[in-house]
């Protein structure tokens, strides 16, 4: 059945590598905890003890707010074909955004995608297997696109517009970090 682990194993990097969707789960000191599906070919595994991941503008920015107060972060996968289980990353996690100097070291990982507005870097804890036997079996159809045409037809300053309408403050009133901080908005 289940398993604490320290890293990531080799089979667990095969497996999160042919995931379609993961859950990511934040909270910050106080106030709402916010667990969002992730998809896009938008995860990476770089150690046993390390994972990134990037995100793309969306109507909340929950997860940047969080982590600038709360770092912890937790990753799950699901197995929806083949052998059941369930994984999770338990994790600290740092966020880059476009004008941090990290930023050009590792959105090289990713495709390109518009509206890229974060890289989050997680430092691995701990790892955990469950069986996931309660799982169903799901057929993965195909990505949706619906994202990025918006996002190209929004273009790269209708996007800013966006993250200063949407993007600034958390659910719970916290900044998120997505500009610099003294930047002219």
């Known amino acids: 059945m289940g398993k604490q682990l320290e890293q990531i194993s080799p089979e667990l990097q095969s497996f999160i590598e042919k995931q379609k969707i993961f859950f990511v789960a934040t909270a910050a000191c ?3 905890i916010n667990l969002s599906p ?3 070919d938008s995860i990476r595994v770089l150690s046993p003890n390390r994972v990134i991941w990037l995100n793309v ?6 997860t940047a707010a969080h ?3 709360n770092d912890r972060m937790t990753i799950m996968f699901c197995a929806f074909e083949g052998k059941p289980l369930i994984l999770r990353l338990y994790g600290k996690g740092k966020t880059y955004h476009p004008y941090d ?3 050009n070291e590792y959105i090289i990982h990713f495709p390109l995608m518009k509206g890229a507005r974060q890289i989050f870097d997680v430092n691995i804890d701990m790892v955990q297997t469950s069986c996931g036997m309660a799982v169903p079996f799901m057929d993965y159809n195909r990505e949706r696109e619906e994202l990025n045409r918006w996002a190209d037809n ?3 300053e209708g996007i800013v517009r966006y993250w200063k309408e949407k993007n ?3 659910l719970d009133g916290l900044t998120t970090g997505i500009f610099r901080q003294n930047a002219d908005l």
């Open 30 to 32: 106080d106030g709402l």
């Open 168 to 170: 600034t403050v958390s």
């Open 101 to 103: 100097l990290e930023w």
């Open 67 to 69: 982590l600038l107060q």
């Open 38 to 40: 992730k998809g896009m």
């Open 57 to 62: 503008t969306g109507s909340g920015n929950e």
């Open 154 to 156: 929004k273009g790269d």
